[in-house]
């Protein structure tokens, strides 16, 4: 995957149908990426970067913050939508937490279409599996360009 | 005892916290940062020449970034020093979930969980933004046990506005305060 992937990849939303699965995103957490993540949304909370903090909270290791867990799904939808998919709306349930060490894998699948006033708009359900079950879990509502409206 | 907590936490519905702006300014570098670790190669996010192209004519903020830009930091050159952002939002702003949190955890719930987010994006943070958000109480539940314990869900909508007062993102969010619960 390259930048010029990912615009080559742009969808029109007469391209997309229902059911639909995105290609999956598959990540080995390393200790390393979860304080990155933690850095880089500020995000200073001791149980993503501190394993002696994150173990006496009862976890074997540090966790996956919320916000890079989100950046992960986001990332998974837009890598096959391409850049002109228009995020909307997210929800985002977090579960089991993932590790150090864990593979990640996303994976996606487009449940509805439909236009609401100017906007052709697709909902994405997705979800983030660990070896334990989903860490992480929930919708997005894009927005993609469509043939009939192009400009 | 349950019972009163319910009826105090019921009674702070509609609290709303006072504005609180980000130190930092929206810049290409904070958003380069964000998307490392991501691996994120939307060049929407990166790329001068293809987001200039764009609707957006210019660079703009990943959407996931959002609640980012209402973090506290850790340490500021007036003399500010925190261990992290909870202490920052108990210390200096009587803002419901810090109520919230403050009175749960007095009673014994100690624990805490994220349940569901939900982010309403209405207008893309682009660098040079500065971001304002607050947040209010909106919805308080019983005393609900999960596998995880016993405790209270509460549910907040947060706003977020830039400098020229538009509002960028609504995100709701519900937290489940907890004890563990003895087999």
């Known amino acids: 995957m390259s930048q010029t992937?990912?615009?080559?990849?742009?969808?029109?939303?007469?391209?997309?149908s229902e059911g639909e699965e995105l290609p999956p995103l598959e990540l080995d957490l390393t200790t390393t990426m979860i304080i990155a993540g933690a850095i880089g949304t500020r995000d200073f909370y001791p149980l993503h970067?501190?394993?002696?903090f994150a173990q006496s909270q009862g976890f074997k290791d540090i966790v996956l913050n919320l916000m890079t867990s989100g950046g992960y799904a986001a990332r998974l939808v837009t890598d096959w939508s391409g850049p002109e998919g228009e995020i909307k709306k997210l929800v985002q349930r977090v579960a089991i937490p993932a590790h150090p060490g864990d593979k990640l894998i996303w994976n996606g699948k487009v449940i509805s279409k439909r236009i609401e006033g100017n906007e052709h708009l697709v909902d994405v359900e997705y979800a983030g599996?660990?070896?334990a079950g989903v860490h992480c879990s929930g919708t997005f509502t894009l927005a993609l360009p469509s043939r009939s409206s192009s400009h | 005892m349950g019972a009163d907590i319910y009826s105090e936490l019921v009674a702070m519905i509609g609290m709303e916290s006072p504005p609180q702006t980000c130190v930092d300014e929206c810049s290409k570098d904070m958003i380069r940062h964000f998307v490392e670790p991501i691996k994120d190669e939307n060049p929407l996010y990166t790329n001068d020449e293809f987001a200039k192209n764009s609707k957006y004519g210019g660079i703009i903020a990943p959407p996931a970034m959002m609640y980012t830009w209402c973090l506290a930091p850790i340490w500021g050159p007036d003399g500010q020093e925190v261990k992290w952002r909870e202490e920052v939002r108990r210390k200096d702003n009587p803002d419901?979930?810090?109520?919230?949190?403050?009175?749960?955890?007095?009673a014994g719930y100690t624990l805490?969980?994220?349940?569901?987010?939900?982010?309403?994006?209405?207008?893309?943070?682009?660098p040079g933004d500065r971001i304002t958000s607050s947040e209010k109480l909106i919805a308080v539940s019983q005393e609900k046990k999960t596998r995880a314990g016993v405790g209270y869900f509460t549910t907040y909508v947060r706003t977020y506005w830039n400098q020229k007062g538009e509002v960028v993102c609504k995100q709701n969010y519900v937290n489940y305060k907890f004890k563990p619960q003895e087999a």
């Open chain 1, 5 to 16: 992937d990912i615009v080559a990849r742009s969808r029109y939303w007469e391209d997309v």
């Open chain 1, 49 to 52: 970067h501190d394993r002696d």
């Open chain 1, 129 to 131: 599996r660990v070896a």
């Open chain 2, 96 to 106: 419901p979930l810090s109520l919230v949190i403050t009175k749960l955890e007095e």
């Open chain 2, 112 to 126: 805490a969980l994220s349940a569901d987010i939900t982010y309403e994006f209405i207008k893309p943070v682009v």
